[in-house]
């Protein structure tokens, strides 16, 4: 009786083909795993801008109807929620307009409107008294973050 050592060529191909679809999958899941990832660190980034620039705007004054305050130069300047109104930045920057290292395909916008006391999901056309102040934050013209606050009058 003959005795047989080691693998056939068969039995090494197949094991060369069985390594081999292991390896690609695991680094198609690795690829998976990457991409994941920093989708996650983008929203937690858009979530920190949103809120960031929320508190500065809640934190500034509603002095109700009056005449619309000038723009100043810098965000750092403003001292009222109107001076808000219709803002957009990319990339976004800090308080001070010291950039915050983003790629110009960052994107943060504010959108002010009045609203009803009554039923704060209608906006009204004139100053209630009340104002709904949105905040979106784009990447690449994709949505990763959106807050939403109320502001009443001071």
Same mark, same amino acid.
């Given at each position: 009786?003959?005795?047989?050592?080691?693998?056939?060529? #068969?039995?090494?191909?197949?094991? #060369?083909?069985?390594?081999?679809?292991?390896?690609?999958?695991?680094?198609?899941?690795?690829?998976?795993?990457?991409? #994941?990832?920093?989708?996650?660190?983008?929203?937690?980034?858009?979530?920190?801008?949103?809120?960031?620039?929320?508190?500065?705007?809640?934190?500034?004054?509603?002095?109700?109807?009056?005449?619309?305050?000038?723009?100043?130069?810098?965000?750092?300047?403003?001292?009222?929620?109107?001076?808000?109104?219709?803002?957009?930045?990319?990339?976004?920057?800090?308080?001070?307009?010291?950039?915050?290292?983003?790629?110009?395909?960052?994107?943060?916008?504010?959108?002010?409107?009045?609203?009803?006391?009554?039923?704060?999901?209608?906006?009204?056309?004139?100053?209630?008294?009340?104002?709904?102040?949105?905040?979106? #934050?784009?990447?690449?013209?994709?949505?990763?973050?959106?807050?939403?606050?109320?502001?009443?009058?001071?």
């Amino acid at each position: 009786m003959r005795q047989t050592r080691g693998f056939s060529l #068969v039995e090494s191909m197949l094991a #060369v083909l069985v390594l081999s679809l292991i390896a690609v999958l695991a680094m198609e899941a690795a690829g998976n795993s990457a991409r #994941v990832q920093k989708t996650l660190v983008d929203k937690q980034l858009a979530d920190r801008l949103a809120d960031s620039l929320l508190a500065e705007i809640t934190s500034k004054s509603y002095p109700g109807a009056t005449t619309p305050a000038a723009l100043p130069t810098t965000r750092g300047s403003y001292t009222r929620i109107d001076q808000y109104a219709a803002f957009d930045e990319s990339p976004p920057t800090f308080r001070s307009g010291e950039n915050a290292n983003l790629a110009a395909t960052w994107r943060r916008t504010v959108e002010l409107s009045f609203i009803d006391p009554a039923d704060p999901t209608r906006t009204v056309p004139t100053d209630s008294g009340l104002r709904r102040i949105s905040i979106t #934050v784009l990447r690449d013209s994709t949505v990763l973050s959106q807050r939403v606050a109320l502001r009443g009058r001071d």
